[in-house]
């Protein structure tokens, strides 16, 4: 068997990010910090991916997350971001618990047909809300960090540096949680439900679980989000938005937990390149990437990495 | 009490519309099991194909009265090659992978086709007011509606009516049935199962673009305009049963109403309601109200 690298990468990538931040431009720290909100989403995305089922709403919960943070400063003047990712994650995850009594029944497609509807009910009701501000959304003030507001021009640091402590955390979680008996099953449930009932373990509640991890980590990526945008509105509930997240995790696949934040830089990247190089093709060049990436490589870019260390 | 006539009449319109942009939807998932998010993309191709060609068509003085089949044959003559192209290039090659594998090239070709509508026809908006203005309008309980939405109505139950004589009283639509039940078997009895689902992908497409194109003269042609149609369209389906036609029409029955009480009740719902009904049926019965029986496989 292989070493397993992960835990050395992750550590390794954090402290370069940390001792190398500074000298990172400001729209560089920005593209990072919403890459790791979108990766913990998509990393969410994977863990499902690999017991064979997509969520096309998985925005019911990036948005639950980014309005529940919201809401702290809003009405309870909260902006510390730990306090505002961990509270967004928590009431995704307790969203996720409840529904999930519902989802964890269906499978393939109208698993995500239902995922869909129901973070459409999420959008139909902020697009009304006038409270929320309805389809403007609204403004949130900068993070604090531990009570301390930073000087303006350190908080795009310390809001990547919490990002990608929060990111690090959650891989890391993560990782640990493929190794259990529970984390295992899911690629048994992807090739032989019946099976997997036969060996005495129980699909369902094994979707369930997975389905209240990846909530949690798309409401703590929504909080992320949202505090490092600055602004928060009902689009984040729209299924474009889920499209993205499901998109970022194909280009990264499933073949670690580390992947789906490289994808979501890559993505990021892309994004950023293709807008500013033409703002009227950029949707075309992330289709054809996506297209090619299922008819040619559909395990992901990460299947790249992995196919040439097994070569050397 | 007295809003229930504007209640009906609205629900009746709104279903209409909805029938009329779902159909095609249902029409390919029924036949090639594809959740086909391009439905959007070629309800918005056939929208700007018939704003733009009529709006030429009519600043040339010609008749207005046969702008109405201008809207018709843009729709047809512009979305076609790009519906072909989509099933020959790129689905046909796609149809032993799994239904959600597929969704995701549907999703990526969504994509590519929403830069393609703007590079054909920019990012400003088009309007055609003449078919809409030219029919006038009619009286129910002292509300006047516009007249053309008597033809959405119209233009809807032809649709409705003439996919169902399609399907079960002619020798395609019954080989058609065949395939649906078993493409092997059907491939087997010398059937050319590849260009049914061609010409299933093609309906399908074109009927979208119809519903753009009825749809253009009623609101502006902006860039977007299918991706609402999109989650919209799979609501109606899914409500009736994917791939079942009277399910279809339920669906944008329900929708339709529910949605216009809403409107005339509770308006901040108007959204929810609709999406609301949706999870509730896939909750209830995922398959749909009208699920098709599974055709038994040995």
Same mark, same amino acid.
């Given at each position: ?12 990538? /954090? ?82 618990? *409840? ?9 393939? *497609? ?16 902020l697009v009304k809300t006038e409270a929320l501000g309805s389809t403007d959304g609204f403004n949130i003030a900068p993070s604090t960090l531990f009570g301390v507001r930073p000087p303006p021009e350190w908080v795009r640091y ?14 890391? *979680? ?15 449930? &992807? ?13 369902? &509640?094994?979707?369930?679980? &997975? ?35 499901? /998109? ?42 996506? #297209? ?11 299947? #790249? ?8 | ?11 009746? =319109? %709104?279903?209409?519309?909805?029938? =009329? ?10 036949? =090639? ?23 030429? %068509? ?86 006047? %509606? ?42 087997? =009895? ?74 005339? %009740? ?21 398959r749909g109200l009208f699920s098709l029986a599974e055709p038994r496989k040995i």
């Open positions: 068997m292989r070493r397993d690298r992960t835990v050395a990468v992750i550590g390794t990538a /954090f402290v370069a990010l940390a001792a190398g931040g500074p000298w990172l431009p400001q729209w560089a720290m920005f593209i990072a910090t919403v890459a790791f909100a979108r990766g913990l989403v998509a990393l969410g995305l994977v863990l499902l991916l690999r017991a064979g089922l997509i969520s096309f709403g998985q925005a019911l919960f990036y948005c639950l997350g980014a309005y529940t943070a919201g809401a702290l400063g809003r009405f309870y003047g909260v902006s510390d971001i730990f306090i505002e990712m961990l509270v967004g994650g928590a009431v995704a995850a307790l969203v996720a618990f *409840i529904i999930g009594f519902l989802l964890a029944r269906y499978r393939g *497609i109208f698993f995500g047909l239902l995922s869909l509807a129901l973070s459409m009910i999420l959008y139909g009701l310390s809001v990547l540096v919490s990002a990608a402590a929060v990111a690090a955390a959650a891989a890391l *979680i993560v990782h640990r949680y493929l190794q259990t008996p529970l984390g295992r099953l899911a690629p048994a449930i &992807k090739d032989n439900e019946i099976r997997v009932e036969y060996m005495g373990a129980s699909a369902r &509640k094994a979707v369930h679980v &997975k389905y209240v991890i990846a909530g949690a980590l798309a409401g703590v990526g929504g909080a992320l989000a949202a505090t490092a945008v600055g602004h928060i509105d009902p689009d984040m509930a729209y299924w474009t938005t889920s499209g993205e997240f499901i /998109f970022i995790t194909i280009l990264a696949g499933t073949g670690s937990v580390v992947a789906p934040f490289v994808g979501a830089l890559i993505y990021g990247s892309i994004h950023t390149l293709a807008y500013g190089l033409s703002p009227n093709t950029w949707q075309m060049s992330l289709g054809l990437a996506l #297209l090619v990436l299922i008819v040619f490589l559909p395990e992901g870019l990460w299947s #790249l990495a992995t196919r040439h260390a097994r070569r050397t | 009490m007295d809003q229930i006539p504007s209640v009906i009449v609205d629900g009746v =319109m %709104y279903s209409a519309w909805l029938f =009329m942009a779902a159909l095609g939807l249902t029409l390919i998932y029924g036949v =090639m099991k594809i959740v086909n998010v391009t439905h959007g993309s070629f309800y918005a191709i056939g929208a700007y194909a018939a704003a733009s060609l009529t709006a030429a %068509y009519l600043a040339r003085g010609f008749p207005p009265m046969l702008s109405y089949a201008v809207l018709v044959v843009a729709a047809i003559v512009v979305a076609a090659p790009f519906a072909i192209a989509i099933e020959r290039v790129i689905l046909r090659f796609m149809y032993a992978r799994d239904e959600v594998v597929i969704l995701l090239a549907t999703y990526a070709l969504f994509l590519i086709l929403e830069d393609v509508i703007k590079l054909i026809w920019g990012v400003n908006p088009y309007f055609i007011a003449e078919p809409y203005a030219l029919l006038g309008s009619f009286q129910v309980a002292d509300m006047a %509606y516009p007249t053309y939405n008597l033809l959405l109505v119209a233009a809807a139950l032809v649709f409705g009516g003439g996919l169902a004589w399609l399907l079960h009283s002619t020798r395609a639509g019954k080989l058609l049935v065949a395939v649906i039940h078993d493409p092997e078997v059907s491939r087997a =009895m010398g059937v050319n199962v590849g260009r049914y689902y061609l010409a299933t992908f093609l309906l399908g497409s074109l009927l979208a673009a119809l519903a753009g194109a009825f749809t253009a003269p009623t609101v502006s042609v902006v860039p977007g305009l299918g991706v609402d149609v999109i989650v919209l369209s799979f609501a109606v389906v899914v409500i009736g049963g994917l791939g079942s036609l009277p399910g279809a029409a339920l669906g944008a029955v329900i929708v339709g109403i529910v949605r216009s009480l809403s409107v005339h %009740y509770m308006p901040q719902l108007e959204l929810f309601v609709i999406y609301f009904v949706m999870a509730a049926v896939l909750a209830v019965r995922p």
